[in-house]
């Protein structure tokens, strides 16, 4: 595991251990590592959210699938929380 040096105002220092030690973490490293892993899966999501659209639009293009069908596939997604 390679060690990430991270300077933080104390105020943000202090907030830190104060979630770590409210949220049951050993320390704030564990918290951290938890938030970066956190970060990267939203950033995927996001990645593989914006390709699927990407393939939608080009079905759009093709003629294989309407706008309106588009936006019904968009809103549903909304829906279940998958935006």
Same mark, same amino acid.
């Given at each position: 595991?390679?060690?990430?040096?991270? +300077?933080?105002?104390?105020?943000?220092?202090? +907030?830190?251990?104060?979630? /770590?030690?409210?949220?049951?973490?050993?320390?704030?490293?564990?918290?951290?590592?938890?938030?970066?892993?956190? =970060?990267?899966?939203?950033?995927?999501?996001?990645?593989?959210? /914006?390709? !699927? =659209? +990407?393939?939608?639009?080009?079905?759009? !293009?093709?003629?294989?699938?309407?706008?309106?069908? =588009?936006?019904?596939?968009?809103?549903? =997604?909304?829906?279940?929380?998958? /935006?």
């Amino acid at each position: 595991m390679e060690r990430l040096g991270v +300077k933080v105002p104390e105020g943000q220092k202090e +907030k830190l251990e104060e979630i /770590a030690d409210e949220g049951g973490y050993p320390n704030r490293s564990e918290l951290v590592r938890e938030m970066i892993r956190d =970060l990267i899966k939203q950033n995927q999501m996001t990645e593989e959210r /914006a390709n !699927k =659209l +990407k393939e939608k639009v080009r079905h759009v !293009k093709q003629g294989e699938m309407s706008v309106d069908d =588009l936006k019904k596939h968009e809103e549903f =997604l909304d829906e279940l929380g998958e /935006a």
